[in-house]
């Protein structure tokens, strides 16, 4: 009789997913999940593509927002060193999973967007941009080979001796995570990962649902956001300000309104 069932080699990426569980399993955090009116900056973003013919990357202007938030309370984003000292860094490290090509198949990678707080909206876009356009380089595909093709006790002996250095952290995977698994669907939801930053933010769906504006009822663009900090370094108020930040440049279109 026929089998009805295939055996497929298990990929080799999938093998950091387990890793970062592993070492992410013990760490104290603390979870909110928001609801932002987003009607504002979808509209500033179809205005500049009908005037343009660009249509600005909404990751992008996420990760713009994100940075200003931050700048305003470096402290959401501290690591704590070996002695157990806070590091509180200057520049906003962004890391973004961005679908590249790699021999005809596309491939999630992390890419950092250095300093983001310093950086305009239109910066991060072509930045964001130019990296999706950009195939896996040789040396890249290589690199992540080696990685992934280590023993597991090695790798998570690597990633342990990193997670112990903040400029480690900073420099090989920045200080904040930025993942937009809502832009691969439609609808609302929310999603939660395991996080090995001090700050993650998980992009769910956009959905329309009825929202009070001037008193009156009307149709609303929401969106689900995660945000995910790291409760050892940041307490709850400070994380609530944070929301708030965040909720307020998000609603209002930060940069955007510097493309009308």
């Given at each position: ?5 295939q ?13 970062i569980?592993?070492?992410t ?13 987003v009607?504002?900056p979808r ?15 909404f ?11 931050v700048d305003?309370?470096k402290?959401?984003?501290?690591m ?11 520049e ?43 195939p ?6 290589k ?9 597991r006790?090695?790798?998570r ?7 112990k ?10 200080t ?43 149709v ?41």
């Amino acid at each position: 009789m026929k089998p009805n069932f295939q055996i497929e080699p298990f990929p080799k990426m999938r093998r950091l997913a387990p890793d970062i569980g592993w070492l992410t399993r013990s760490r104290y955090r603390m979870s909110g999940m928001l609801e932002i009116d987003v009607t504002l900056p979808r509209q500033l973003i179809r205005e500049h593509e009908a005037r343009t013919g660009e249509r600005l990357s909404f990751t992008a202007f996420l990760a713009a927002c994100v940075g200003c938030a931050v700048d305003a309370d470096k402290h959401i984003h501290a690591m704590r060193n070996w002695k157990g000292d806070l590091v509180v860094f200057d520049e906003v490290d962004i890391s973004i999973l961005i679908e590249r090509e790699q021999d005809g198949e596309k491939h999630p990678l992390a890419h950092i967007v250095r300093a983001a707080n310093r950086k305009a909206l239109l910066e991060i876009h072509n930045e964001i941009r130019q990296v999706q356009a950009r195939p896996h380089s040789d040396q890249e595909a290589k690199s992540l080979n080696i990685i992934v093709s280590m023993p597991r006790f090695i790798r998570r002996f690597m990633l342990w001796v990193v997670s112990k250095s903040p400029h480690l952290r900073k420099q090989n995977l920045g200080t904040v995570t930025l993942s937009a698994v809502g832009m691969f669907g439609n609808g609302a939801g929310w999603a939660i990962a395991p996080s090995f930053h001090p700050l993650s933010l998980i992009v769910g769906g956009i959905a329309e649902k009825p929202g009070v504006v001037n008193g009156q009822i009307e149709v609303r663009d929401v969106l689900s956001l995660t945000l995910d900090f790291d409760h050892e370094t940041i307490d709850g108020a400070p994380a609530a300000r944070f929301a708030k930040r965040l909720v307020d440049l998000i609603e209002s279109g930060f940069g955007l309104a510097e493309h009308e």
